[in-house]
């Protein structure tokens, strides 16, 4: 490319460049629709995120919340549920297949 060469919309170069940073924005947004914040180290859902996470109704968590089968935390009215919390509760609750001996 020359030093005083004027680049337009319509080089191939160009058009290239701007391909690229479409394709950029769209994994940006798709990032930033599903990155949360951190907070202290911990990421907090809601009860909305969660039930989608474990595919549960809202009755199903409230259950689970009633019953300390999960951890919550409680400001006001909102409730929030950390990240590690439900981690932690399904390795819990978590039974393997049990080995069967193999047969001679």
Known sequence: MAENEIITQKDPQMQM???????????LDRYCATARPMLGGEVYLTGEEVCK????STRTLQDYRDNGTIAYCKIGGKILYRQSDIQAMLERHYYPIPKKPCRP
């Open 53 to 56: 996470l474990l595919r549960l």
């Open 17 to 27: 460049f701007a391909q690229l940073m479409e394709g950029t924005l769209k994994k």
